[in-house]
């Protein structure tokens, strides 16, 4: 029997999980496992680059991922409990190196949940082949109207939380740490546990999506092959002033709400745009924000540079964020002011490392990347975003 083979490249939420090629072959509509007879012949044409993930392994994986993040979880809550004690005693600067180590073991808490969020869903949509090869189940995947609009609305959502978390709420903890005020700091904690719950439930949904997507863009079921993962995440810089050159603009990203601000609980995304063009001009993304679509309250823009810093010889990527309405303009509490499309070397301020980026191929091979309108830009090695807190 005559069968076509596929060989395609993966989007960015799946490439988090391994970076794949997919191969087409036929399967059981109604068994999630596949019987060693319905490949015939062709299941011997193994692609030229890559081998076939293995499923028992990628379960194995999972819940070892489960028991680590699971683990963390139960590591940081005994940090907190030592840190509040410190913050009691008003031992300022132990308290401190006690909020770092807090803020660093959350980072790989993250890091190690999204992996097993993603492994988890995935799994939903693959069965097991003849030689425990996964194998995508196409009867399995929902169809999703306007799955692309979205996806992006769900990663603007998760986005905007984790920035008030990183942004907003951890300055706010570092000030009641100055402070001693104990009170603050319980408050602070319990606004960032309520951030959170609301994080994962929207960066899950968006998983969930971009996998769906993915899998859903091939005619029948297809053998999932390894094809290099990005490298391993790189430790990103702490907040702090760092001295950064070699400045290069890349590209500017615009949500579009329906509120008067963003950050209004109620404020949903109705659209987004990308563009090369930087002005300080709030009024041109303002006006193309509104052709685009007319019932816009508010807009808010990034500002993606790459910049390099002495700190550790790496590029990073640099960005600033603003918000605007019809009446008004202002940067994001935290943030500073986008003042100038020219950035001059010199010390700038750089807020907390905010785990962000996506596993997607821009060109020339595979790396840490913002996906922002389907992109792949602002390639950072410590996958984190990292947003101007202050101008030189």
């Not at 960032?192 to 079921?221: A, G, Y």
């Not at 540079?305 to 202002?330: F, M, P, Q, V």
């Not at 997607?360 to 602002?378: I, L, M, R, V």
Request: proline share 4%; aromatic share 12%.
């Amino acid at each position: 029997m005559n069968r076509k083979r596929k060989i395609m490249g993966m989007t960015a939420a799946v490439a988090i999980i391994v970076s794949m090629v997919m191969v087409s072959v036929p399967a059981e509509e109604e068994n999630k496992n596949i019987d060693e007879n319905d490949c015939g012949c062709g299941c011997n044409e193994a692609p030229t680059e890559g081998t076939p993930l293995n499923y028992d392994e990628k379960i194995k994986e999972m819940e070892n991922l489960k028991i680590e993040f699971e683990n963390l979880n139960k590591i940081l809550n005994s940090k907190k409990e030592q840190f509040y004690t410190l913050c009691k005693n008003n031992d300022v600067e132990k308290a401190k190196a006690a909020w770092k180590e807090i803020k660093d073991l959350t980072r790989e808490y993250w890091d190690k949940k999204e992996r097993y969020i993603e492994l988890k869903i995935m799994m939903e949509y693959v069965g097991k082949g003849r030689n425990n090869e996964m194998v995508i189940l196409k009867n399995t995947l929902p169809k999703i109207e306007d799955i692309d609009f979205k996806i992006s609305a769900k990663m603007n959502a998760w986005e905007l939380i984790g920035e008030q978390i990183v942004m907003q709420k951890y300055p706010k903890m570092n000030k009641a740490i100055e402070t001693g005020d104990t009170d603050k700091i319980k408050e602070t904690f319990n606004e960032i546990d309520f951030l959170e719950k609301d994080f994962w439930n929207h960066k899950e949904q968006w998983i969930r999506l971009e996998i769906i997507k993915s899998f859903s863009e091939n005619e029948s079921e297809v053998v999932l092959y390894s094809r290099g993962l990005c490298a391993n995440k790189l430790t990103p810089p702490p907040a702090g002033t760092y001295y950064l050159y070699y400045w290069r603009p890349i590209r500017i990203w615009v949500g579009m709400y329906d509120e008067t601000s963003p950050f209004d609980p109620d404020a949903d995304m109705i659209g987004e745009y990308c563009s090369t063009y930087f002005t300080t001009n709030m009024n041109y993304y303002w006006g193309r924000a509104k052709d685009l679509n007319s019932d816009t309250k508010s807009i808010q823009v990034k500002w993606f540079y790459l910049a390099r810093a002495t700190y550790d010889g790496r590029d990073h990527d640099i960005i600033w964020e603003k918000n605007k309405n019809a009446t008004t303009s202002w940067p994001t509490p935290g943030y500073a002011d986008y003042t100038t499309t020219h950035k001059n070397n010199g010390n700038y301020g750089i807020g907390d490392p905010y785990l962000h980026h996506a596993c997607c191929y821009n060109g020339s091979g595979w790396y840490w990347c913002n996906t922002h309108c389907g992109y792949c830009f602002a390639c950072d090695a410590d996958a984190c975003q990292h947003f101007a807190t202050e101008n030189p």
